[in-house]
C-alpha cells in the first residue's frame, strides 16, 4: 500500500490520486483478468514496463469507493 500526502501529485495512467495513493497486488492469470473485468464492463488502464529484466502488465482500476487498484502480472507467472 502506498501512502502519501502529495497535494499536487501528476495524473498517473488517467488516474487522479489523493492522500492515498493506491494499493497495489501481485497476480497471475493476466488474459483471464482482463477477460473478467471487461465483461464485468469495468474501466481499467493497462501499462507496460521493465523492472529490473521482467516485464511487468499493471492494470489500474478504481473501487467502488473510488481507490486506486493495481494488480501486476510478471511474464513469467502467466507461462
Known amino acids: 500500500m502506498h501512502l502519501m500526502e502529495w497535494t499536487d501529485a501528476p495524473d498517473a495512467a488517467g488516474i487522479s490520486s489523493g492522500y492515498l495513493d493506491h494499493v497495489a497486488f501481485s497476480c497471475d492469470d493476466l488474459e483471464g483478468m482482463t477477460k473478467k473485468l471487461s465483461a464485468l464492463g469495468v474501466d481499467f488502464n493497462r501499462r507496460e514496463l521493465d523492472y529490473e529484466g521482467a516485464v511487468i ?23
Not at 499493471?58 to 507467472?77: H, I, W, Y
Open 57 to 79: 502488465t499493471q492494470l489500474k482500476m478504481r473501487d467502488p469507493t473510488g481507490n486506486v487498484v493495481e494488480l501486476n502480472f510478471t511474464a513469467s507467472a502467466d507461462k
